[in-house]
């Protein structure tokens, strides 16, 4: 036996893997119209012709796809770089070097300076061949722009927010640290309890803002266990009063029998305080609160439809559709402007809906619905 047969025999025999399939269909054979994708598709032939100009592409470019077949794609899609030089001069797809096979994603500007991702294959018909086709994806930046954006207002509310609070925090507790002595105990508490609530904003704010984490990738979790929806209201209630709130500024108005109801709550502790806390704070007169289950003419879900009212000025028709949105004051509202963002999210995150409407009286509004949410195993 030679060597090379030993080897053999003592190698683990290896089992041949099937070839990986290649997708070639064109799209149309998989039933899918250029015009469905979600981005900008622009083809040129080898001759750098447009083939195909889909309508994202039109809508992205504001050019008309019958105005830019059949023209050259510098011509139909003139692009430039950030420092104004024109972006196919730069790359030649057609002219260029045979071994590349396209353009990474690059910001680029359309003539009036509108800017758009853009990406290029260069498709060719066997290795280091001439371009057969060119095929130039688009992509809005807008979207991007909105994140970037936002995430910019979080930082920059997150930082006024925290500076005041810590300010006032170092500023009591270097003075406790000073100068002890030449404080009377009561001047002591005063300070402390200063800081204390200082303290409790900022751990307020830290959480707001793992809950907007929690809510935007989607990861907010839920402790599901059987919850009186009544009785959360009334402790709630109970807090404004103890807080110096009148008793008769409260009304609540109940609906038995009311399904029961699974869910987180501490969440929903939290969406009953928001709404209460807006109620007392922004609104006038008689906070009505009513508890009724969700009417089976209306809705196919069994569920707790809670409706927060107060008797206000309202908010405003033109801020309706802004009011769970990151931010959003209203006139007299302060605050970082994330409760009803985060109110939203874990409504929906328990399968429920928000709205916000004017009430009978004229004032704000809030309506939230539970489903009943009961576990699996208990069905």
């Known amino acids: 036996m030679s060597v090379g047969t030993r080897r053999q025999a003592g190698a683990r ?54 105005d830019a077949l059949g023209h050259p794609v510098e011509d139909a899609l003139p692009l430039e770089d950030l420092e104004g030089r024109r972006w196919w001069q730069l790359t030649d797809p057609y002219g260029g070097l045979a071994i590349r096979t396209g353009q990474p994603e ?41 994140t970037e954006r936002s995430h910019a207002e979080l930082i920059a ?11 006032s925090v170092k500023g009591f507790t270097a003075t406790l640290l000073a100068k002890w002595e030449r404080f009377t105990d009561d001047q002591k508490k005063l300070m402390l309890e200063t800081v204390d609530a200082d303290a409790n904003r900022v751990t307020r704010l830290i959480a707001e803002l793992l809950d907007i984490s929690r809510i935007d990738s989607g ?7 059987p919850v009186d929806i009544a009785a959360a209201v009334g402790r709630h209630i109970q807090s404004h009063i103890a807080a110096g709130q009148a008793p008769d500024r409260f009304l609540v108005r109940l609906q038995q029998p009311l399904p029961d109801l699974w869910a987180d709550p501490d969440k929903i502790d939290q969406v009953l305080s928001n709404l209460l806390e807006n109620a007392v704070r922004h609104g006038e007169g008689t906070v009505t609160i009513d508890v009724a289950p969700l009417p089976k003419e209306h809705s196919p ?17 033109e801020s309706m559709g802004r009011v769970f949105t990151r931010f959003w004051r209203g ?7 994330l409760g009803l963002y985060i109110v939203k999210g874990i409504v929906e995150a328990h399968g429920g809906s928000i709205t916000v409407g004017r009430g009978p009286s004229g004032g704000a509004e809030f309506r939230f619905t539970l489903p009943v949410g009961t576990p699996g195993y208990l069905l």
Not at 157 to 167: F, I, Q, Y
């Open 13 to 66: 025999r290896s089992v041949p893997r099937p070839a990986a399939p290649r997708i070639d269909t064109p799209l149309g054979e998989l039933g899918v119209d250029p015009d469905d994708l979600p981005d900008g598709l622009v083809v040129a032939d080898e001759k750098g012709r447009v083939v195909c100009f889909n309508a994202a592409a039109g809508r992205i470019t504001a050019v008309r796809p019958e």
């Open 106 to 146: 690059r910001n680029l500007l359309l003539p009036g300076g509108r800017e758009v991702l853009v990406s290029a294959r260069y498709v060719r018909t066997r290795p280091t061949g001439p371009l057969h086709r060119l095929v130039v994806s688009l992509r809005d930046t807008e979207a991007r722009r909105r």
């Open 157 to 167: 509310t997150v930082a006024h927010e925290l500076r005041s609070p810590l300010t």
């Open 219 to 225: 990861r907010l979790e839920l402790r599901r266990q």
């Open 301 to 317: 879900l069994e569920g707790t439809a809670v409706t927060v009212s107060d008797e206000g000025p309202g908010i405003p028709e």
């Open 331 to 337: 006139s007299k509202r302060g605050g970082t402007g």
